[in-house]
């Protein structure tokens, strides 16, 4: 089963503007991560946050943490055409495993 | 290698047939993760290793399916008998010491098609 859910599933937006995309999750995690899929690609890691953190910068992506709520948003700055992708949010469902959401679709018209 | 690579990128073959897919991890990580992932899905988790046991193989779906990792690096996961709903890509993972402290490092993927 999936741990967790980005919302929304597709993402369309103008080059400069900012994408902002939420995940849900169920269980109580100790981190909570996000990842990039290119078309046809594998998954490249993009950021872990953890959970006595609330909010993590990493270049133009910032991350929040809200485990009250079992929720993460993912804010990407001045998008680029580059930044077209899938985003998964994925946390340990278990001691070792990632459970990975099925993810949110962003594209970024020139 | 400096990343982890997969064998074959892609696989054609036919339903009923063996299939081997090979994962290289990153050199040192103790860690490897396969998944599956099906076209407008998120990688679903199919078997964790850590050294050379199967540490939890839950998320193979049968019995047709099994993965090695002999020696604590590369590993194969082997599909027996495929069938049409087999079609996917195989993501390899691999980790220092696991999802629960750090990132995992993904290969391109194997994508299988059977026909």
């Known amino acids: 089963s999936q741990q967790g859910e980005e919302d929304p599933q597709a993402l369309s937006i103008q080059e400069g503007e900012n994408a902002t995309m939420n995940c849900s999750y169920k269980?109580?995690?100790?981190?909570l991560q996000w990842y990039r899929q290119n078309s046809g690609r594998g998954l490249v890691h993009l950021i872990l946050?953890?959970?006595?953190?609330r909010e993590k910068h990493s270049g133009r992506l910032r991350v929040t943490l809200d485990t009250s709520k079992k929720s993460s948003s993912l804010l990407i700055t001045a998008s680029r055409a580059a930044d077209t992708a899938s985003y998964f949010c994925?946390?340990?469902?278990?001691?070792?495993?990632?459970?990975f959401g099925a993810g949110t679709t962003v594209t970024v018209r020139a | 290698g400096a990343g982890v690579s997969q064998t074959p990128s892609n696989k054609v073959t036919e339903k009923g047939k063996y299939v081997e897919l090979r994962c290289d991890p990153i050199?040192?990580?103790?860690?490897l993760y396969w998944y599956r992932q099906s076209l407008g899905q998120g990688p679903e988790f199919l078997i964790y290793?850590?050294?050379?046991?199967?540490?939890?193989d839950s998320g193979l779906p049968n019995d047709r399916f099994f993965a090695v990792r002999p020696e604590g690096s590369v590993s194969t996961l082997k599909i027996q008998r495929t069938e049409r709903g087999d079609s996917a890509v195989y993501l390899c993972?691999?980790?220092?010491?696991?999802?629960?402290?750090?990132?995992?490092?993904f290969g391109e993927g194997s994508r299988l098609t059977v026909l």
């Open positions: 993972a691999s980790s220092l010491s696991g999802a629960n402290t750090g990132e995992l490092f």
């Open positions: 269980t109580s995690i100790n981190n």
């Open positions: 946050i953890r959970s006595n953190e």
């Open positions: 994925a946390s340990p469902g278990g001691d070792y495993k990632l459970s």
């Open positions: 050199s040192g990580h103790t860690a």
């Open positions: 290793f850590q050294g050379t046991g199967a540490a939890d």
